[in-house]
């Protein structure tokens, strides 16, 4: 009976420990301050494709430099 409560607690304790280390690893790095800038920040994961973000009120773009999609 003692020895199954060991066990049992014994499982309990390790699974929140490897809870832990699982949320520790995944968490978000912490920002750097880069010192006074100038300008909006843009993120890291933006991309850059050269042109604005397209407006969902106005008109597609008529010309574009990519390629279109096969399908």
């Given amino acids: 009976m003692l020895s199954t409560l060991l066990v049992i607690g014994g499982v309990l304790v390790g699974l929140i420990l490897l809870l832990a280390v699982i949320v520790s690893l995944s968490a978000r790095p912490a920002t750097t301050s880069r010192g006074a800038q100038r300008g909006p920040v843009t993120p890291d994961w933006a991309a ?24």
């Fill in 48 to 71: 850059d494709a050269g042109r604005p973000h397209p407006d969902a009120w106005s008109a597609p773009a008529l010309s574009t430099s990519e390629m279109p999609a096969i399908r």
